[in-house]
């Protein structure tokens, strides 16, 4: 492994620990008593394999050059106001409703009862509410066809720009919103019965209504970026990538970007460019903006690697994050009432979480040349949900296949983006360029001519020949699929040939777990507990499931421990949660016992990261696969490893540990926690 790889290894996991304090609540840790862990926090380089750590902190620092701009000219600066000129190619990004180099042509995303048969255009509304047909986005109300997102349609409904109003000019009223079937008619508009819908069109669009009284008798969810309060009637801050770096606006996490300033993050910027940042009238930016337009682009002393984040088309990124109609979902925090910030509990958003803490980090550079990494930022996971089949776009290229066909030609599309605009990629060979890949299965999909980069991902299956394993017939990468105009040639030819991860270049991250799903954890100084079980899971163990779900592992370890009934004779604790403890009592059960197993559900599976949380030694049954910086960490010291021909001899294998082994084993888990989870 190369120096610098082992540097970039470094910034990511030093990254993945880099949510800030207050938002973990660690300035809080001592309050709660006595911990496990009472010597806090471990070092950076605590339990780590080799001395790759310690020698990315001694190297030495260098003075960066300061990054000069690129004055490309788009054929509309402007961008017909709904977009923002790239400098650095002349071409502009177009937010949601728009494409084309000047984003002057429309690409619609209309709210539609029905998915295409054939051709490339979405599909339209229904003709009269009588008409069958479901997808999630179909509306009885007014449709923002940009995003596919129902609003009413009455006194309290959205009321769209008037006639010949300029391209990007906002509502005349937003309206509240009406997603779902739970908001949608379960009669039409004649008073017969449609399966569409559930509710009372009388608590819709009655005088009382959603749609018509100011304080209604019965309330839709209010889910959609930019509102709050019991109405969806109170403004929030949108959600963006750094908050447009305070030079933006915005939009449903589009960022419109003032004047000289473009890209993902509104970071780039045009000679001459006022840097000056003002957030005096709005200071709930402060705690998740970082100027990264200034400290990015001037000379400076700093330390390798640096790296570049490509602003690819918003397509592959900040256009899911507008296509979704949830706040909760896709991107890992949102504003909440009175602009308060909330961390989600979605543990597929590390993908624009990690793109935002590059964006932010002081190894970010703006100036490719200087660059030793290039980062892709590609939101699969955000697409896969909620965005796949939500209405009749976007495809890659029809309403039809297994989702990972997209997404695998999703990232082919944007690898083909970076070859034909820029010349980074041919330098070499894309052997200095990042992906992240998560989702069940992790890159066992991704394709082959990606293959060189680096991949960082949640699943470190090893295998070269290998077939998908997944139980979700949508997420199956061995799939065929083939259709005479979406998939002539089928799809799985682009992805062969190569093992789902290579330990050499490549990366297994931890997932997601919010804030408030570690809130007992002795990681923040919680009271340690007894440690009363021997083994712990909870979780789907497979019932109504595919045989190859978990590898079989989860069923055969659920099957033992009920025939031999392990929880009373050895006090271990393994089933579905009415067997194995309710939500509430999940943290609880795993702080209570002394190992807690690590198995694979349809793919990766964050029960590594649910037991180091929480101090319980993982238990990993899963062969030929690598745990979570299995690369970067020594598992041995805080671990125990068991193959999954001596599932029987769970018991006998884990009560052989003597005390002082399972202590040995603790202090190493002290040691690993903090590099080895991410929240």
Known sequence: MNLWLICLFNVVVGLLLAMPERVLGLEHAESHGASEFSGGLPDMCAGTLGTWCQDYQAQKP??????????????????????????DIGICDCMAGWTGDDCKTRQLRPCTNKHRKSGFQPQGPPQNSSEP?????RCAGVCDDDRAICYCNGTLGRIPPAPGSPP????????????????????????????????????????????EAKQPQWQCPCVIEGRTGPTCDDP??????????????????????????????CARHVAGADLKLDLSQRPWLRDVTSDAAVEASRAQTRLRPLIYIYDLPSIYNTRMVEYRVNKGICFWRSFVEGNGTSITQWTYSIAPLLHEHLLQSPHRTLDP????????????????????????????????????????????????????????????GGKDHVWLVTHDEGSCWVPSEIRPSIILSHWGRR????????????????????????????????????????PDKDLIIPSFLGPSYIKQSPLLGFPARERKHLLFFRGNMGRGRAPHYSRGIRQRLHHLSQHHRWRDHHSIVIGPPEE???????????????????????????????AILHG????????????????????????????????????????????????????????????????
Not at 133 to 137: F, I, K, L, Q, R
Not at 376 to 386: D, G
Not at 405 to 426: F, G, I, V
Request: proline share 7%.
């Open 463 to 502: 295998d070269v020949k290998h077939v998908s394993n997944t139980a979700f017939p949508a997420d199956n990468y061995s799939s065929e699929y083939v259709h005479p105009e979406w998939s002539p040639n089928g799809w799985t030819n682009i992805i062969k040939g190569h093992a789902c991860y290579d």
């Open 62 to 87: 260098f003075m960066s050059k300061a990054w000069s701009s690129s004055d490309w000219r788009c054929s509309d600066e402007n961008c017909n106001n709904v977009g923002n000129c790239n400098r």
């Open 369 to 428: 040349e200087q660059a030793d990494f290039f980062y892709v930022p590609v939101y699969t996971s955000c697409f896969m949900h909620p965005i796949f089949m939500w209405a009749d776009a976007p495809f890659w290229y029809g309403p039809d296949g297994p989702r990972v066909m997209h997404t695998a030609r999703m990232l082919l599309e944007a690898k083909q983006w970076l070859q034909t605009h820029l010349p980074y990629w041919n330098r070499k």
């Open 168 to 211: 990007g000019t906002p509502p005349l009223q937003l309206g509240r919103p009406m997603v779902l079937e739970e908001c949608n008619p379960n009669k039409d508009d004649f008073g017969n019965p449609v399966a569409h819908g559930q509710r009372d069109p009388e608590l819709l669009f009655g005088a009382n209504g959603w749609c």
């Open 616 to 679: 319980c030694v993982p238990v990993v049954i899963m062969d030929n696969v690598d745990p979570v910086f299995a690369t970067a960490l020594d598992w041995r010291n805080f671990s125990v490893r068991i193959a999954e021909d001596d599932l029987e001899h769970l018991p006998k294998i884990l009560k052989a540990i003597s005390q002082q082994q399972l202590e040995t084993l603790q202090h190493g888990l002290s040691h690993s926690q903090q590099q080895s989870v991410l929240v």
């Open 133 to 137: 047909g479901w997808t999630a986005s």
């Open 236 to 265: 929030a801050e949108h959600t963006c990538n750094n908050q447009c770096s305070g030079h933006g606006r915005c939009n449903f996490g589009f960022c419109m970007c003032d004047e000289g300033f473009y890209g993902h993050d």
């Open 580 to 610: 194995a403890g309710q939500d509430g009592e999940y943290a609880v059960m795993l702080s209570s016992s002394r190992f807690c197993l690590v198995v694979p559900g349809d793919g990766f599976s964050p029960r590594a990261e649910d």
